[in-house]
């Protein structure tokens, strides 16, 4: 069955500081998808960034980057130099088929301080 | 394009009660996705749509839960006799057929509590 795992609770930057969110993943499938998402205390969740299981470069989208290490199964999120709006929940997500349910993890809050 | 939309924002109810909940998609996608969120955790899938049709359910989506798509553009899911356990944000979302990403676009949320 499909898993993702994020080990960290919760992580505390400071703002322009860069932060890694952990993400590792559990499938059988050969082809998978990978997605970030943010959640402000809005509710609303945001998606950041995709990466396809046979994307051989990492994804980038502005001040966000996906570490992919297929090996080791990890989707890591890379933000570069914070800002106070970054402070949000984040989620790592799967997808291991187009048109399925996305399958989450448990989240990481991010707090950015100045 | 107009985000994916949901009504009401905040339901209040009383245990028993039916309570109905609508989501418009982004025009032009044909995917709709219902997800239910409990405190500290992650999305949970509840049932997706293509089209009219409702292709997937979970196991989540008890017999007091029915969703519908009649017209293939807004959504509405429906709790029959409420329980507490049911308190939750139940998120929409939709994505449009686009390949291998399917990027799904959620809504804020509607957020339920049951008394």
């Known amino acids: 069955a499909q898993k993702i795992t994020q080990t960290q609770p919760g992580m505390f930057v400071q703002e322009k500081e860069a932060v890694t969110l952990d993400c590792t993943y559990d499938?059988?499938?050969?082809?998978?998808?990978l997605f970030w998402y943010k959640q402000p205390s809005s509710g609303e969740m945001i998606f950041l960034i995709y990466?396809?299981?046979?994307?051989?470069q990492n994804a980038t989208e502005g001040r966000y980057s996906l570490n992919f290490q297929k090996a080791r199964k990890s989707a890591n999120l890379v933000i570069s130099a914070s800002q106070l709006g970054d402070s949000a929940m984040y989620f790592c997500?799967?997808?291991?088929?187009?048109?399925?349910?996305?399958?989450f993890g448990k989240g990481t809050t991010l707090s950015v301080s100045s | 394009d107009t985000g994916v939309s949901q009504d009401p924002r905040h339901k209040i109810t009383k245990r028993g009660q039916n309570v109905t909940f609508r989501c418009d998609p982004i025009s032009e996608h044909n995917r709709l996705y219902w997800y239910r969120q409990t405190l500290g955790q992650g999305p949970e899938f509840l049932t997706y749509f293509q089209n009219e049709a409702q292709l997937e359910k979970s196991r989540l989506l008890s017999d007091r839960f029915s969703a519908e798509r009649p017209k293939g553009s807004f959504s509405t899911l429906e709790i029959q006799r409420t329980e507490q356990g049911d308190s939750a944000m139940y998120l929409c979302?939709?994505?449009?057929?686009?390949?291998?990403?399917?990027?799904?676009?959620f809504g804020p949320g509607t957020r339920l509590t049951v008394l």
């Open positions: 499938t059988s499938d050969q082809s998978y998808g």
């Open positions: 979302a939709s994505s449009r057929t686009s390949g291998s990403s399917d990027t799904q676009y």
């Open positions: 997500a799967m997808i291991h088929q187009a048109g399925t349910a996305l399958i």
């Open positions: 990466q396809g299981s046979y994307d051989e």
